[in-house]
């Protein structure tokens, strides 16, 4: 996933714009990064990805979403209708694009 592409669905909040806040506000847990623009407050899909990016900052790591966002969107596609997460590592950025 590119700096371009949207973590938060609902609310199309791009990757860049996550790592932006997160770098800025540092914030002490992943719930807060909902103050970015609403990252995570809609259908819930991304939450787990907000969460790896906390971890991935916390650690001093390389802030990355690791899947193809067409994947990605697919996954909350059905997440949408199922309530249901198809392929957990998909949306939790560790699967490979």
């Known amino acids: 996933m590119g700096p ?4 938060c669905l609902c609310f ?5 714009k996550i790592r932006a806040y997160i770098k ?14 609403g990252a995570g407050t809609g259908c819930g899909w991304c939450v787990p990805v907000l969460k790896q990016l906390h971890r991935q900052h916390q650690a001093g790591e390389p802030m990355e979403v690791r899947v193809d966002p067409e994947i990605y969107a697919s996954g909350r596609r059905s997440y949408r209708k199922t309530g249901e997460r198809p392929d957990e590592t998909a949306s939790d950025g560790r699967t490979s694009s």
């Open 4 to 7: 371009d592409d949207n973590v």
């Open 12 to 16: 199309h909040v791009p990757l860049g």
């Open 24 to 37: 800025r506000e540092d914030p002490p847990v992943a719930s807060l990064i909902s103050e970015c623009l």
